[in-house]
């Protein structure tokens, strides 16, 4: 069985540049989640899909980061304008649904300079 | 506020011994359990979950104990490989209404041959 598929693996921009992730969850999974891991840190969720509908955005912050999954697979995560706060891993996770464990791709490693 | 906690960031021991992983969480509604393992630059692996009905999972050398009294679980591996050298994520959902996974700071493990 494939796993979830992330790209770029490493993207460097500069601050106020924009830039986009991409992710192709397990097939037939129906949860997407988007999380932010900072150095040293856990990873923190920013958006979390169930098909193509919102489930929690909460800690999305919308003046800068948005997200879409189309068709209720692929995702793609944008940052427009990047700060340098960014800087981060976004990993992308998908489960069969809300109530069974994630699996996580290798991540997109961001730098904002 | 940090729901889930780690408050070991590393621990190191010898081949062929006991690693115990310890994890802390504060909100009561957490129901389901879950430890990552993660290599560098790659993204978290699932390891072994629990649900709050249960007090113990094993999955071959991996044990993971609940406590729901002191809100806190443990992971033992034995015997410790050098390859079970990786950080141990701790995650914690509310399964009941299928919210997110929200994850400690992490523990790296050392098994030193």
């Known amino acids: 069985e494939a796993g979830v598929a992330q790209s770029p693996r490493y993207k460097i921009i500069e601050k106020r540049q924009s830039v986009a992730f991409w992710c192709n969850p397990i097939?037939?999974?129906?949860?997407l989640y988007w999380y932010q891991q900072i150095l040293g840190q856990g990873p923190k969720l920013l958006i979390q899909?169930?098909?193509?509908?919102?489930?929690?955005d909460s800690q999305l912050p919308k003046d800068r980061f948005s997200a879409e999954r189309l068709k209720g697979v692929d995702s793609t995560l944008k940052i427009q304008p990047a700060k340098l706060e960014d800087s981060a891993v976004y990993l992308c996770?998908?489960?069969?649904?809300?109530?069974?464990?994630?699996?996580f791709g290798q991540g997109t490693r961001l730098t904002v300079v | 506020d940090q729901q889930v906690k780690q408050n070991s960031p590393s621990l190191s021991v010898q081949e062929g011994r006991i690693s115990i992983l310890n994890c802390d969480y504060t909100?009561?509604?957490?129901?389901?359990f879950l430890w990552y393992k993660k290599y560098p630059a790659e993204g978290p692996t699932f390891l072994i979950s629990?649900?709050?009905?249960?007090d113990k999972n094993e999955d071959g050398r991996f044990t993971v104990f609940l406590n729901k009294s002191a809100k806190h679980l443990s992971l033992h591996i034995v015997p410790s490989q050098p390859g079970d050298s990786a950080v141990y994520f701790c995650a914690a959902s509310p399964r009941i209404t299928g919210n997110q996974f929200y994850f400690g700071t992490g523990t790296s493990l050392t098994v030193i041959p």
């Open positions: 899909f169930q098909n193509n509908g919102v489930v929690d």
């Open positions: 909100n009561s509604m957490f129901d389901y």
């Open positions: 996770a998908s489960s069969q649904d809300r109530r069974t464990e994630a699996f």
């Open positions: 629990i649900s709050s009905i249960k």
């Open positions: 097939s037939g999974h129906a949860t």
